[in-house]
């Protein structure tokens, strides 16, 4: 069943900015005894199954061991409340690793798939920085990393990630995550912002 997804990918995790698990490719371990993350994807546009997708904005809540090759992943899944059954439930067939796509790569790693659930999700754009409030009691605020002598903002290359091989580095300057009973908080975490698109 062919299928695609484009748009726009921010995450903030427990780590202290930047998180060894991404630069590393899952070989080093996080900066904490666990991992705990939220990945957000909004997509701009995209099908599957013949089902619109645009529109939708979808959050991946982990909670991993602090090496997350070791697998053992726990992960719930937020998708916007404007999202509807119909997407909600293409969604799901896709994030179980099914029809291919980064979440196939993914599902190995992952001992127990949590809920799905709906919560009102906003994300906001600045040119130096983003925020994404999940609900109400989950929200991170995030500034990109420039390079001070060319004012670009910094990037990982080549990185073996399921938003993409590139990824624009964030500070997150504050975050405080409640979903699905995952929970943690703190100042200056590690985040990143690129486009995704997946396909299969």
């Not at 089902?51 to 982990?62: N, R, S």
């Not at 109400?136 to 910094?154: D, M, Q, R, V």
């Not at 995550?177 to 590690?190: A, F, K, T, V």
Request: charged letters at 15%; a negative charge; glycine letters at 10%.
């Amino acid at each position: 069943m062919p299928w695609f997804l484009k748009g726009k990918f921010y995450e903030n995790c427990s780590c202290t900015a930047t998180c060894p698990c991404t630069w590393s490719s899952m070989v080093q371990p996080a900066t904490n005894d666990f991992c705990r993350a939220v990945l957000a994807f909004q997509i701009a546009e995209g099908e599957i199954d013949g089902t619109a997708m645009g529109g939708v904005t979808f959050v991946l809540v982990l909670d991993t061991p602090p090496l997350m090759s070791e697998g053992n992943w726990r992960v719930g899944v937020v998708v916007n409340d404007g999202c509807t059954d119909q997407q909600m439930a293409q969604l799901g067939i896709l994030l179980s690793g099914k029809i291919g796509g980064p979440p196939e790569m993914l599902s190995e790693l992952i001992s127990e798939m949590l809920d799905m659930e709906r919560h009102p999700i906003t994300i906001s754009e600045q040119e130096n920085g983003f925020h994404v409030k999940i609900g109400e009691a989950s929200e991170y605020s995030a500034s990109l990393a420039i390079n001070p002598f060319t004012e670009a903002p910094a990037k990982l290359v080549g990185m073996a990630h399921p938003a993409g091989d590139e990824l624009t580095i964030a500070n997150v300057d504050r975050s405080s995550i409640s979903l699905m009973g995952i929970n943690y908080s703190g100042e200056n975490l590690s985040g990143f912002r690129t486009d995704f698109a997946w396909a299969a």
